[in-house]
């Protein structure tokens, strides 16, 4: 893998654009080959059912799963029998019991992933890492029917509900390092032949930069932009600044964080279309979206969310609490009653897309501190720097001013000189020229309202 790295950041951007879609072709082929059209047939299918219907469905999908989990996942086996559950227990399972069963902790998931929580059946798969709002690294197993299931799921309920689709050009704004390094001269993307799509660099969105991101949309035309919300708004707020003329697009599509009233009315102002909310994560059990309405569903053949106090007990709609999911998708690694450290405020409205699925008031969402660059240039989301060093238990990025960075992390060994390294070596990666120091702390403080913060700035708010 380093080594396709090391030759991708070497090439010539038609190279680099040649390999980005030879990898967006392998992509191509394992995310809508296999059973994804039957699983799409049957997500959009699913879209009827009744209130009735979805509670047979996923009380069904439920006991499967935990069947499964108990027979073949050593982890939740020892978990169960502890609890004094049998099989027949499990065969004949409510939903309303799900509170009955142990919560997954991050913290176990991040132990655990790789060894006691996969099945002893798992089908070939490969490990994907991320660390979402609380900056703990977990790893998730996706075998290639997962994918499919993943993206039928994406395509009936997040692009079909936006008035596009898998054929829509688009460009997206993601932390996927397309372009070589934080001081890497234009262009900031890289354009993929196969799937249509532009891949922005998340980490080079400043004023100046913004012109060239712009060539690439009148060049490609997108149908819709996707990816990082806060990304996009950069994005689009400094080609509003700018008053550039921007062609106008179909929709933009973002999720899994916050996203505000000032950034919808942004994006309709810059692109002239409606923007469509949602949330999943890298974990996939769960999703969310905006219909054409404009209100959030869940997808209740995704998996169970529940969304509780911090007692514990279900909340009411209208109310806030943290997320719970158990995942139906991923039966080589399942992921039951998971804290997936998110927060969401459930409504009792109906819809009137007539869809008998249970409305979200809000996705709360992460809440990051904006990093700025010497150039102006603003980003968000830097969990990259922390993948692949398994002792990182936990880590803190601040900007202490333009040009300083501290990186605090708890870890359950110490790190090595190359990993250290390499931690600096990818914040320099997206910031350009800065001091990066790294600290090794024992615990690292929440904010006064008792939350923690994958990203800090101490500069002043302009
Ligand atoms: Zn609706």
Redesign the pocket.
Same mark, same amino acid.
């Given at each position: 893998m380093s080594l396709v790295k090391d030759i991708y950041n070497r090439s010539p951007v038609f190279f680099q654009n040649v390999m980005v879609s030879a990898y967006g072709y392998q992509w191509h082929k394992r995310r809508f080959g296999g059973i994804f059209a039957d699983e799409y047939r049957r997500f959009k299918e699913r879209e009827n059912f009744t209130a009735e219907q979805w509670k047979d469905y996923q009380v069904l999908q439920l006991r499967k799963l935990l069947v499964h989990s108990f027979t073949t996942v050593p982890f939740y086996r020892e978990q169960y029998k502890k609890a004094g559950l049998t099989i027949a227990d499990l065969q004949k399972f409510e939903i309303e019991d799900i509170s009955k069963l142990p919560f997954l902790e991050k913290d176990e998931l991040r132990k655990y992933g790789d060894n006691n929580l996969l099945s002893e059946k798992k089908s070939a798969g490969t490990f994907f890492s991320s660390s979402g709002s609380t900056g703990t690294p977990t790893k998730i197993y996706y075998s290639p029917e997962m994918h499919q299931k993943i993206t039928a799921a994406m395509e009936s309920r997040v692009r079909n509900w936006a008035g596009v689709d898998r054929f829509s050009p688009r460009g997206m704004i993601g932390g996927r390092r397309v372009v070589p390094n934080g001081e890497s001269k234009p262009p900031f993307y890289r354009y993929n032949f196969i799937e249509k799509q532009i891949y922005f660099s998340a980490y080079h969105i400043s004023p100046e930069n913004s012109k060239q991101y712009l060539e690439a949309i009148l060049k490609y035309k997108p149908d819709y932009m996707t990816g990082y919300a806060m990304s996009n708004y950069f994005l689009a707020y400094f080609f509003d600044e700018l008053s550039l003329k921007v062609p106008q697009l179909k929709a933009v599509i973002t999720s899994s964080e916050k996203l505000t009233p000032e950034m919808r009315s942004l994006f309709l102002k810059v692109y002239g279309c409606k923007t469509f909310d949602g949330w999943s994560g890298v974990e996939n059990c769960g999703l969310i979206s905006e &219909?054409?309405?404009g209100?959030l569903?869940m997808s209740p053949d995704t998996g169970v969310i529940e969304v509780i106090d911090d007692n514990g007990n279900q909340v009411k709609p209208g109310e806030t609490g943290e997320v719970v999911c158990t995942g139906f998708f991923n039966y080589d690694q399942p992921l039951i009653r998971y804290r997936i450290g998110d927060k969401i405020t459930l409504s009792a409205k109906t &819809?009137? &897309?007539g869809?008998s699925m249970q409305?979200v008031g809000e996705i709360v969402g992460r809440t990051e501190d904006v990093i700025i660059g010497k150039d102006g240039r603003r980003m968000v989301r830097f969990h990259g720097i922390f993948v692949d060093i398994p002792s990182i238990v936990k880590g803190q990025v601040i900007q202490e001013s333009l040009d300083e960075i501290t990186v605090k992390l708890v870890t359950s060994s110490p790190l090595t000189q190359g990993e250290n390294d390499s931690i600096k070596k990818r914040v320099s990666s997206q910031l350009g020229d800065v001091i990066v120091t790294v600290e090794e702390v024992k615990e690292i403080p929440l904010t006064s309202n008792g939350k923690f913060k994958a990203v800090v700035s101490k500069l002043k708010k302009n």
């Open positions: &219909c054409e309405q209100n569903h &819809c009137s &897309c869809r409305v």
